[in-house]
Nanobody, 126 residues
Framework: QVQLLESGGRLVQAGDSLRLTCVAS????????MGWFRRAPGKERDFVAG????????EYADSVKGRFTISREHGENKIYLHMNSLKPEHTALYYC???????????????????WGQGTQVTVSS
C-alpha cells in the first residue's frame, strides 16, 4: 500500500509560479511511475504530467507543455510539479498518482494508476 501526500497548492495571482510536491510512503519508490492530474470545477479529472520510474520518460498534456515541469527526487520519495505563468484556467484540485511497474512506463490515464493522494488546491486569480 502506498500513501501519497500532496502539498504546495494555494491562492496565487495570474502570472505567478508555484511548485507542488507529492511525498510517497512507498519503500521501493524507484519502482513506481508517477503522475499529476487535476480536476477543475465541474470537469473530469484530467492528466497533467507523468514520469517514469527512472525519470527518463516524461509526458505532458498538450495544454501544459512548456509551462509545467514534472520531476522526481528518488532519495526523498518525492515528485514535483513546477508550474509557471499560471492562468485562472489552471485553477483546480491537483492530484498525485502512482503505479508500481518496475519498467519504463508513463501513464496518461486515471486508470493507469492504482494509488491517489487527496489533492492540493491551486487557485489562480485574474
Amino acid at each position: 500500500q502506498v500513501q501519497l501526500l500532496e502539498s504546495g497548492g494555494r491562492l496565487v495571482q495570474a502570472g505567478d509560479s508555484l511548485r507542488l510536491t507529492c511525498v510517497a510512503s512507498a519503500r521501493t519508490f524507484g519502482n513506481y511511475a508517477m503522475g499529476w492530474f487535476r480536476r477543475a470545477p465541474g470537469k473530469e479529472r484530467d492528466f497533467v504530467a507523468g514520469i517514469s520510474w527512472s525519470g527518463d520518460s516524461i509526458e505532458y498534456a498538450d495544454s501544459v507543455k512548456g509551462r509545467f515541469t514534472i520531476s522526481r527526487e528518488h532519495g526523498e520519495n518525492k515528485i514535483y510539479l513546477h508550474m509557471n505563468s499560471l492562468k485562472p484556467e489552471h485553477t483546480a484540485l491537483y492530484y498525485c498518482a502512482a503505479i508500481e511497474v518496475g519498467i519504463e512506463f508513463v501513464g496518461n490515464y486515471t486508470t493507469s494508476y492504482d494509488y491517489w493522494g487527496q489533492g492540493t488546491q491551486v487557485t489562480v486569480s485574474s
